[in-house]
């Protein structure tokens, strides 16, 4: 488990662009099988995360269309909570960072690590504006 002053300004480069943040599995549970799209990302302490995934998750919201609902999840910090994410991306392996798109509860879209590992945010940005374009 990382210390809560580590992980702190890199939750804060989701929570401040509108991401909430989940700490329990039921919270994960009751928000992914609500009505309407989700993006939810699998933030890390790597530098992936901080050079691609969480840029790339902000800059995809400059969109026509964006996801209903936005949360994280903390991978090595909020165990409960970051299982019961990946339980709803199977048949995807555990992978951090990633980044998934739910409809109605159902996994439509999903970004795992080598997706994002040594591509520009913009990149991810653009792959995820194309998923958003097709399901909100």
Partial sequence: MY???LVKPMREDLTRIGFTELYTSEQVDQAVKKEGT???VVNSVCGCAAANARPGAGLSLQNEKTPDQLLTV???VDR???DA???HMIPF???????ALFKDGEL???LERHHIEGRPAEMIADNL????NEYC
């Fill in 80 to 82: 409960d909570a970051v």
């Fill in 108 to 110: 439509v879209h999903m």
């Fill in 38 to 40: 989700t993006l939810m």
């Fill in 85 to 87: 994410a990946r339980a």
């Fill in 74 to 76: 903390f991978a090595g």
């Fill in 129 to 132: 504006k194309g998923a958003y």
């Fill in 93 to 99: 392996p555990p992978s951090s960072p990633s980044i």
């Fill in 3 to 5: 210390p809560p002053e």
